[in-house]
């Protein structure tokens, strides 16, 4: 009885491996891209103020802060980030960091040039977001899958065979984020002097746009 059960186990496995060499013999793998580009919502920006003590400092962050708000950014919006001291500056300054988001309903060119001020050190993009991303990245997801399986549909036609069930899938993120700097706005505005730049347009429409693209790796079965 065990060496029946034994051979009809080696019957059942050699069966099985058989048939996992058929479907794979019978299947297409193909590779689907999907790219979009869409258009930022959101820049952060970093931003540093500078006095000779501590007393101006406070009030230069005052005015920052009026600023700010003057030009639709909220409070919940800046974040602080570091403060110190340049001991090697002379007279010694004192120095604080910020972050501060806005959106497309700030004046970003009126914004820099209420900020073109003796006592602002720098101010530089740290981020471009887009605050729909999540959804964007799906749709460039589905649309890697269907062309997927549009091109093994047109393949197989062109050999009489038909796309049957999908076997496999598999994601390949190539490139994405939901919070990216493109190169051109980091070129243009880090470590901005900003007596020089005051003219310079800073608005949405001179940001790059975020860049997504994805990969779907798929194999069907040949009908």
Not at 89 to 106: L, M, W
Not at 156 to 161: N, R
């Amino acid at each position: 009885m065990k060496l029946r059960h034994f051979l009809l186990i080696g019957f059942l496995t050699l069966g099985n491996f058989i048939h996992a060499q058929e479907v794979k013999k019978n299947a297409i793998e193909v590779t689907g891209i999907a790219e979009m580009e869409v258009k930022p919502d959101e820049i952060i920006f970093n931003i540093g103020i500078k006095a000779d003590n501590k007393n101006d400092l406070a009030e230069n962050e005052k005015k920052l802060f009026e600023i700010l708000k003057k030009n639709s950014v909220k409070n919940e919006d800046i974040d602080f980030k570091s403060m110190y001291q340049n001991m090697y500056s002379k007279p010694k300054t004192f120095v604080k960091s910020y972050q501060f988001k806005v959106n497309t309903k700030t004046e970003v060119t009126q914004l820099f040039e209420d900020l073109n001020q003796k006592w602002v050190s720098n101010i530089n993009i740290a981020e471009v977001k887009n605050t729909k991303i999540a959804d964007y990245k799906k749709a460039v997801k589905i649309n890697a899958l269907k062309a997927a399986k549009a091109k093994a549909d047109y393949l197989l036609e062109s050999i009489g065979k038909k796309t049957g069930n999908p076997l496999e899938i598999i994601e390949i993120e190539d490139y994405t984020s939901d919070a990216i700097l493109p190169a051109y706005a980091q070129r243009k505005v880090s470590n901005i002097q900003m007596e020089a730049e005051a003219t310079q347009d800073y608005s949405f429409d001179n940001i790059e746009n975020i860049k997504l693209k994805y990969s779907i790796k798929t194999r069907y079965e040949i009908l």
